[in-house]
């Protein structure tokens, strides 16, 4: 009976797609049958509780994802040799993939297909949320006052702050790095229990992310109400997918092969297409680059005849860090949801889009959606209200797949520039 039961459960990204539906029909009969109250009042609220969890949970998912990724590097020889030029690598490409992202987001303006009349409408609705950040930003007067930003003078309110992700972000990297400079026997406890808390928080972020077919439906009902049932809506949604696809399949099949053929250290685009193909597979149903680790070292290992040294190093430190696919499409996702709510972002803005986009996508989970709940946050510290997630989640889950597939590819790339000829991890013999 329990297996039977078992086979009959409906996959979660299926059940959030039937929830977006579902969010759509009642938002429209809401819109006929003259209801657009009872939606705001009875049905958004269940929606913005959704939204409410995803952001509980995204500080301390962010602060323990990077230490666990920096602490885990267990030694700082690893940390300075290989280590050092493999966390260069990595963030020069998450750099470039969240730079094409925002281009491609700026040229393209897949949320301009909105009608602006509604847009104006929407802004209407969450003109306290917007107006309070255009005011922070226009505060900032001297080049350097986004520095306040990065660098908290009190970890408990930065903590307390959901605007103030970047501030813990750098608390945790500090932290990281300083767990790394002392003796290993003091180091071994706390990095055990950040290890320990990791797999809590990402079960917790399990719990969250199950509620999403819920969370969806109230949310569009909710949104359709607000749209006032603008089918512009939809063709904004099909180009900004389409705008995502683009920019995934650019870095796959331009950017990658290109960087293989300037370093890759013999290794053919067309050897390594072939031995990822598989990888890629595999990340692209399952949308998790963590689970998808151990095929992807086998590929690295056995076809790319990578070194074990190199690629026990390189492919672990890259599933936390390294998600090209991850923040060339959150840069997308936080600029369609500003186009769509009608909010104009100033030059700055876009620079501060760009570098939460890499940061954040740094502390990333690689596990199905784990994008949610960074958004959450990241577009609540930009001013933008996070209730605008509810426009993409809906269709997330394709465009999760890729992005994944995006992002194993990308570790396996950096694995081949390391090479097997490249210095031991623990700095050569
Ligand atoms: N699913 C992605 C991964 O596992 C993370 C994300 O949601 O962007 O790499």
Not at 325 to 335: K, V
Not at 375 to 400: N, Q
């Amino acid at each position: 009976m329990k297996t039977r039961m078992k086979k009959l459960s409906v996959p979660l990204y299926l059940q959030i797609l039937a929830g977006m539906v579902l969010g759509i029909i009642v938002g429209l009969t809401a819109i006929y049958a003259g209801g657009g109250g009872f939606v705001v009042d009875w049905i958004t609220p269940w929606g913005q509780l959704f939204i409410r969890m995803l952001r509980l949970i995204a500080i301390p998912l962010i602060f323990v994802t990077l230490v666990k990724g920096i602490a885990g590097l267990k030694d700082i020889s690893k940390f300075s040799g290989l280590g050092i030029r493999t966390l260069l690598i990595y963030l020069c490409f998450i750099t470039l993939s969240a730079s094409f992202g925002v281009g491609l987001g700026v040229l393209v303006r897949p949320g301009a297909l909105v009608d602006r009349e509604v847009a104006a409408g929407l802004q209407e609705t969450y003109r306290s949320v917007i107006a309070e950040k255009t005011q922070e930003a226009g505060m900032m007067q001297g080049p350097l006052d986004f520095l306040n930003d990065i660098v908290p003078d009190n970890i408990v309110s930065a903590a307390g702050n959901n605007s103030a992700i970047l501030q813990v972000i750098f608390f945790a990297i500090l932290f990281a790095v300083a767990s790394l400079l002392i003796p290993w026997e003091k180091a071994r406890p706390v990095v055990d229990f950040f290890d320990g808390l990791n797999d809590i928080i990402l079960k917790m972020v399990g719990f969250i992310i199950k509620l999403a077919p819920v969370g969806v439906t109230a949310l569009m009902a909710g949104l359709v109400v607000d749209f006032r049932g603008d089918a512009g809506i939809f063709s904004a949604l099909g180009l900004y997918a389409l705008t995502v696809t683009s920019g995934m399949l650019i870095i796959m099949y331009g950017f990658y092969p290109l960087v293989l053929r300037l370093f890759g250290r013999g290794v053919t685009v067309r050897g390594f297409l072939r031995a990822m193909y598989p990888v890629q597979l595999f990340a692209f149903t399952t949308s998790s680059s963590a689970v998808t680790l151990p095929v992807t070292m086998k590929a690295v290992e056995e076809d790319l005849k990578v070194s074990k040294e190199i690629s026990s190093f390189v492919l672990p430190v890259g599933v936390t860090v390294n998600m090209d696919g991850t923040s060339c499409y959150q840069a997308i996702a936080i600029l369609f949801i500003a186009q769509v709510l009608g909010v104009d972002l100033t030059l700055s803005q876009m620079l501060t889009v760009l570098f939460m986009t890499v940061l954040s996508s740094i502390g990333t989970p690689g596990i199905p959606g784990g994008t949610y709940v960074i958004l959450a946050m990241v577009l609540t510290s930009i001013g933008i209200p996070a209730e605008g997630l509810a426009l993409i989640i809906g269709i997330d889950r394709p465009l999760d797949m890729l992005r994944t597939a995006v992002n194993v590819t990308g570790d396996a790339v950096v694995a081949c520039m390391m090479g097997k000829d490249a210095p031991t991890p623990l700095g050569g013999k």
